[in-house]
């Protein structure tokens, strides 16, 4: 199974979508993690300011994190760094995971218009 691993900057809470001033990108984010999930994908996130010892264990991030706080969020898939610094996109996300992005296809069934010749209405 795949698995993409998220290191968190510290945030109030394991998501970041908490409190009164909620980031959209985070808001974003965690629902294209779970988009993720659904489509088979391992998804753990480590939040620094509840886990450091998750950052510790893994010597890429220490060594991201060395290189500048402003590296956080890393994003890990299969033990490979695929982003750093910033939250990738659900499409930036599926490329990476080489899943596709395609929205469910919705079909309208097509009705007899009120004023056709077989409708009876006019």
């Known amino acids: ?11 109030c809470c394991s998501t970041g979508v908490c409190g009164p001033e909620v980031d959209p990108a985070l808001v974003a984010f965690a629902a294209d993690l779970k988009w993720a ?3 088979g994908i391992e998804v753990v996130r480590y ?3 509840q886990e450091p010892q998750a950052f510790a ?3 890429d991030v220490v060594k991201e994190m060395e ?5 956080l969020p890393v994003i890990v898939l299969d033990g490979h760094i695929i982003s750093t ?8 996300l599926a490329a990476k995971l080489g899943l596709g992005t395609a ?3 919705i079909t309208v069934k097509e ?3 009120c004023c056709s010749p077989k409708s009876g209405c006019c």
Do not use: I
């Open 1 to 11: 199974m795949t698995k993409l691993e998220v290191y968190d900057p510290a945030m």
């Open 37 to 39: 999930a659904e489509h």
């Open 47 to 49: 939040n620094l300011g």
């Open 57 to 59: 264990a893994n010597p």
């Open 67 to 71: 290189a500048g706080m402003d590296r």
């Open 85 to 92: 610094g910033l939250y990738p996109t659900r499409a930036q």
């Open 103 to 105: 929205q469910p296809k």
């Open 111 to 113: 009705t007899a218009s």
